[in-house]
């Protein structure tokens, strides 16, 4: 594990602050929060973005806006080049209040790269870019690469689902689960409904989902994800379009579904 090594943000005058970062794959940064709002975007590699609430898969061309004080925590899938943006409370009030998983297009990938890119440019040059960024982010497209996760009350359960999610692909029965978790399948199974609304089966479907969503994105073909997911390739596809309303490669070519 590895500590946040955010910018100074002692400073609320500062309008924004850019940081570029290089992090490995199998690096997970332990949980933190900020009093800035915080942009997350990562020009390439994938990862996810842990919340008390849910857990959020970032592919290339996706972002994610933390507003001040939201714990979350990172785990690096694939090598990741991050390009992130810390903004005062008062510039991030502009956005959500909730968090969110935004489509980055060409416009705003270059706006947060020239932001990150160029600390040093004259004021009046950083407002212009900050403001046009602030603009294209209230107009981003929210995605659907969101999973609910349970808080830290029942280890068994939070365990489970991280184990899940760092082996999307591995198709462990729910009573292995259950023994290895040291908990009845009865009790896990309650667990599921009442901290996460849905059973064993739909949240991994979840999980699934939002896997197979990044690696789309990235270029990864139908076919290849069905069969690391344990589909055939038409019963991957039904299900893709009966759970997010649109096909895998359309959704692939950026035709997205509304969040």
């Not at 570029?20 to 929060?33: D, F, N, S, V």
């Not at 975007?41 to 008390?52: E, F, I, L, Q, R």
């Not at 023994?179 to 996460?196: M, P, Y």
């Not at 299900?239 to 692939?252: D, I, K, Q």
Request: with cysteine.
């Amino acid at each position: 594990m590895a500590l946040a090594a955010p910018p100074d943000l002692s400073d609320p005058a500062v309008p924004v602050q850019p940081l570029a970062r290089t992090y490995p794959r199998g690096l997970y940064i332990e949980p933190h929060q900020h009093e800035w709002g915080q942009l997350l975007y990562a020009m390439s590699g994938v990862m996810w973005v842990d919340t008390p609430d849910e857990a959020l898969a970032v592919p290339p061309q996706r972002a994610v806006w933390l507003p001040p004080g939201v714990p979350h925590g990172i785990r690096v899938v694939s090598d990741l080049q991050m390009r992130n943006l810390y903004l005062p409370q008062v510039t991030a009030r502009t956005l959500d209040s909730h968090v969110q998983v935004l489509e980055v297009g060409r416009l705003l990938r270059e706006l947060i790269i020239n932001l990150v890119d160029q600390p040093d440019a004259p004021p009046a040059y950083t407002d212009a870019l900050l403001n046009l960024t602030l603009l294209e982010l209230q107009r981003a497209r929210r995605t659907l690469l969101k999973v609910p996760m349970p808080d830290a009350a029942d280890r068994r359960l939070l365990n489970l689902c991280q184990s899940v999610m760092a082996n999307p692909t591995l198709d462990i029965a729910f009573e292995q689960h259950a023994d290895h978790a040291g908990a009845s399948v009865r009790t896990l199974a309650r667990l599921f409904q009442t901290e996460l609304g849905m059973g064993f089966a739909q949240w991994r479907r979840q999980v699934q989902l939002a896997t197979a969503a990044a690696e789309l994105i990235q270029g990864v073909s139908v076919s290849q994800i069905a069969r690391s997911l344990g589909y055939s390739p038409s019963s991957f596809s039904d299900m893709f379009r009966r759970e997010l309303g649109v096909t895998p490669s359309l959704y692939g070519q950026g035709h997205l579904p509304d969040a």
